[in-house]
């Protein structure tokens, strides 16, 4: 499973996508991300889109799913 993060999630972690494991919904993907990146705990928001819709904490994930984690974002 590959994770894509955009924005201060990006730059929280170092990197443009990660590989989890062992999370199989939306909810264990934020405790995992929470786990191994605690600055995202201080995020006013942090959205997971699967396959391009918003998911909510039940969504199960399967391994050929698009996972994006996308921060909060504001515009001018």
Known sequence: MRVLLFGIAKD????????????????ALKEWLYAQYPRLRDLRSLMIAVNKVYANDEQPLLPGDEIAVIPPVSGG
């Open 12 to 27: 929280i972690a170092g990197a443009p996508a990660i590989t989890p494991s062992g999370v199989a919904d939306v909810a």
